[in-house]
């Protein structure tokens, strides 16, 4: 399976922007269809693949009745204010919207008023989906307000060939050996790979990257269960930040910001051997890397079990249609629609019952040496820990990675100066 996945961190740090939120009608002004149909309106963010996958025509088919239009915007940064700011005005809504992981405790935790309970919507059932994942959107009072789309379980992606030359093993199974239950494994096979490095290449693309895959692994990170601020104190965070600053330190990254277009560029030059890989990853590499790396990828398993990235889907209480967009959002996010996702576009399911359909249980991908992808991510989906998730999430770890990390790797910052940095900077933003 090509997967070619634009959305990559086209959520979390996400491209261009399109069309605004306040494009959406308002829920009580919607347009008439003229054939009498119910119109029902989806807001996205990215390339969430609905379309593009045929699901929508599939819906409407099932739905003669129904109508189904989508609206998005690029960046996640553009469409979460808005989105935030329409639903406490109760205007301009789309009657299903989508939210990013990182924005959904945020969500769910000052909006849920504003949301339809889809724990309780027809044909939702709890145990379809991964435990952590139904919690993320689920308040202290067992309201569910959001429906999981996809997810993002990490794997390490590698070269074959760099990785021979530098005498290490190349079969993913004995790759994944090397660092299993452990990143300070993972940091002593970069420091073995140095030792034998094919000129120009480093052992893995950035300490950023490192860290944002450590404290994925987490279950407690920047918030505790009470919703007070812990990043500065919290063992498993500072725990992370010394390992990755360790990859700069000892010179194991190739100084890359990712998502810029120097990390790009790296992928077509073989600038690294490792990158962490979470399933929406795959088709980003293959892009970037082009036919030149087809079969010298591969896929092993990450030390621990990590998510990173995927979505939501809510259905405002003040929209016009609001059963019908329930119905519509349950059947996109049920089993059998997340597993066609993954089959066509690479969005790896958040319903763990899609798991073991064939479409997802029995998925390979050719670019990366045939990689049976399907059961490498069903295994880190499952062991991924319920992770207490805060309303700023993403300014701590943007902050930590882009202000603090990125000094230390780039411009070889003391560790010690650039968490201070960081912290300073998080602090101001979080008034604390």
């Known amino acids: 399976m090509r997967a070619h996945i634009r959305r990559l961190r086209r959520r979390a740090l996400l491209l261009a922007a399109a069309v605004v939120l306040g494009a959406v009608p308002a829920a009580g002004c919607a347009p008439q269809d003229p054939y009498g149909r119910t119109r029902l309106t989806v807001g996205l963010f990215g390339t969430f693949g609905y379309e593009e996958a045929g699901l929508y025509a599939e819906y409407m088919r099932l739905h003669p009745d129904v109508v189904v ?6 960046r996640n940064e553009n469409y979460y204010p808005q989105l935030l700011t329409h639903l406490v005005s109760d205007s301009g809504l789309a009657d299903v919207q989508a939210v990013e992981a990182i924005n959904i405790a945020e969500v769910t935790a000052t909006q849920a008023d504003r949301l339809v309970d889809l ?11 991964l435990p952590w994942k139904w919690a993320q959107a689920t308040t202290r009072d067992g309201r569910t307000v959001g429906l999981g789309t996809d997810i993002g379980p990490q794997a390490v992606c590698y070269r074959k060939d760099l990785f021979a030359r530098a005498g290490l093993p190349t079969d993913r199974e004995a790759v ?9 494994k993972f940091l002593e096979t970069g420091k073995r790979y140095r ?10 693309d950035s300490a950023s990257g490192v860290l944002s895959a450590i404290t994925g692994s987490s279950a407690r990170r920047y918030y505790d269960e009470d919703g007070t601020v ?3 104190t919290n063992p498993a965070v500072r725990e992370a930040w010394d390992i990755a600053a360790a990859f700069a330190t000892e010179g194991l990254t190739a100084r890359l910001q990712q998502f810029t277009p120097a990390w790009d560029q ?3 030059n073989g600038a690294f051997a490792t990158v962490s890989c979470p399933a929406w990853m795959l088709g980003y590499i293959e892009d970037k890397a082009g036919p030149a790396g087809e079969d010298r990828w591969d896929v092993a398993a990450a030390p621990r079990p990590a998510n990173w990235g995927g979505s939501f889907l809510v259905v405002p209480t003040s929209g016009r249609h609001v059963e019908e967009a329930a119905e519509l959002a349950a059947w996109l996010t ?7 996702l993954f089959q066509r576009r690479g969005s790896f399911p958040s319903a763990s019952a899609a798991h073991a359909l064939p479409a997802v249980a029995g998925a390979r991908h050719p670019y990366f040496g045939d990689a ?4 490498i991510y069903t295994r880190a989906a499952q062991g991924v820990p319920v992770t207490i998730l805060g309303p700023k999430d993403l300014v701590i770890a943007q902050n930590l990675a882009d202000i603090g990390m990125l000094q230390v790797d780039q411009k070889g910052r003391r560790p010690e100066d650039g968490w201070d940095a960081a912290v300073r900077t998080i602090d101001n933003a979080l008034d604390l």
């Open 119 to 129: 724990g309780r919507a027809p044909g939702v059932r709890r145990e379809d989906f």
């Open 230 to 232: 812990v990043y500065r």
């Open 176 to 184: 994944g050996r090397l660092w299993a239950g452990d990143w300070r």
């Open 266 to 268: 790296a992928f077509a």
């Open 69 to 74: 239009e989508q609206t998005s915007i690029q």
């Open 195 to 204: 030792a034998k490095a094919p000129a120009g290449t480093a052992f893995t």
């Open 334 to 340: 049920a089993p059998a629609q997340q597993a066609k």
């Open 372 to 375: 049976p992808i399907g059961r």
